[in-house]
């Protein structure tokens, strides 16, 4: 079954220390995968996706098949970064997206 | 301005009320989404529609209804077999395998 699981459901930083957002996935083929952030009364939106292998806001994710992870990391905390971050996997050739439970990023100053 | 709309944002419904809730997107994307977003459970899918008149069931579509007549429009009914209606909706539009894009919400509250 498909399945995308973030273990931890708050995360807790101070500000300038390095971010790891977990996130695992079953999925028996080669899914395209995504993080999604939603801040504070706004919209959930797209923050990245594996296949472009680009750093947005400082925030990098590499995908790792063996261990079926996508973990988003990001160096330095900003306040800033605070939200609901959303680890989310979608099939080949179908339109259908698996989200998971999400984590809440706290940023502390 | 392109983008998808929920509407109403806040809605109250009595118990053993049937309610639609709203979706519309001016994207041109094929598929269109309904999730339910509740604490501590993340988005859960109700229905999907990859095409105009088709749409799937996704994890926790019973008590949900949906219908997809044209390609902007993904309405969602909430029926009275719905046990717990009370929680956030969101509604999501795409092309294939690309970003998803999201509404604002609708917050359904049964009283």
């Known amino acids: 079954a498909q399945r995308v699981t973030q273990p931890e459901k708050l995360l807790s930083v101070f500000k300038g220390a390095p971010v790891e957002l977990k996130c695992n996935y079953s999925y028996s083929g080669s899914p395209e995968l995504f993080w999604y952030v939603q801040y504070s009364r706004q919209r959930l939106q797209l923050l990245l996706r594996?296949?472009s292998r680009e750093s947005i806001k400082g925030f990098t994710a590499d995908l790792n098949k063996g261990e079926t992870s996508f973990h988003l990391k990001k160096p330095f905390a900003q306040e800033e970064d605070s939200a609901m971050y959303y680890c989310a996997l979608s099939s080949p050739g179908t339109y259908k997206y698996i989200f998971g439970t999400g984590t809440r990023l706290k940023v502390l100053a | 301005d392109g983008g998808i709309t929920q509407s109403p944002k806040y809605l109250f419904r009595k118990e053993g009320q049937n309610v639609t809730l709203s979706c519309e997107q001016n994207l041109n994307h094929d598929a269109m989404y309904w999730y339910r977003q509740d604490p501590g459970q993340g988005l859960r899918l109700i229905y999907y529609?990859?095409?105009?008149?088709?749409?799937q069931k996704g994890d926790i579509a019973e008590g949900y209804s949906v219908s997809r007549e044209k390609k902007e429009s993904f309405p969602l009914t909430v029926t009275s077999a719905q046990k717990n209606p009370t929680a956030f909706y969101l509604c999501?539009?795409?092309?294939?395998?690309?970003?998803?894009?999201f509404g604002q919400g609708t917050r359904l509250t049964v009283v």
């Open positions: 999501a539009s795409s092309r294939e395998n690309t970003e998803a894009f």
């Open positions: 529609s990859q095409i105009v008149n088709d749409f």
């Open positions: 594996h296949i």
